[in-house]
């Protein structure tokens, strides 16, 4: 590998930072019916999406592609915001999400490893709708 890759950057900071303050607190209720946490109501919100796959300066990026080549395309600067938490499908693994507005779309890529050491890899693309206005 020729260098760290900001994935591996961002793993590193967190570490070393012990996780403290990085990880945001839950603060949004938990319906009891479905267990899951209600999004929040507004004319305005973009409407986010899941996808497989989404297409960046020509290249095309997919779940399951490494954080290095997809590095390759993507530069540091590009990156708008980087959240780090906990990975629960991978305990003592986390998820890094970084947060894109490139050629006038805004998606967000989160990583992680199943296996430490190994690469990580893109397990999530979110995309976003332009907002209404």
Do not use: W
């Amino acid at each position: 590998m020729k260098g760290l890759n900001l994935a591996a950057l961002t793993l590193g900071i967190a570490l070393a930072a012990g996780l403290d303050g990085l990880i945001p607190a839950a603060t949004a209720p938990i319906t009891a019916a479905t267990g899951a946490t209600p999004a929040p109501v507004s004319g305005a919100a973009a409407v986010r999406r899941q996808a497989t796959s989404i297409c960046v300066r020509a290249t095309t990026i997919r779940i399951g592609d490494t954080a290095d080549d997809i590095f390759k395309t993507l530069e540091p600067a590009d990156s708008r915001k980087t959240d780090v938490g906990l990975d629960p499908a991978h305990p003592g693994s986390l998820l890094v999400t970084h947060h894109y507005k490139i050629e006038g779309q805004a998606f967000s890529l989160t990583f992680a490893r199943d296996h430490d050491p190994g690469p990580y890899r893109l397990v999530r693309i979110t995309t976003s709708s332009p907002q209404a206005r």
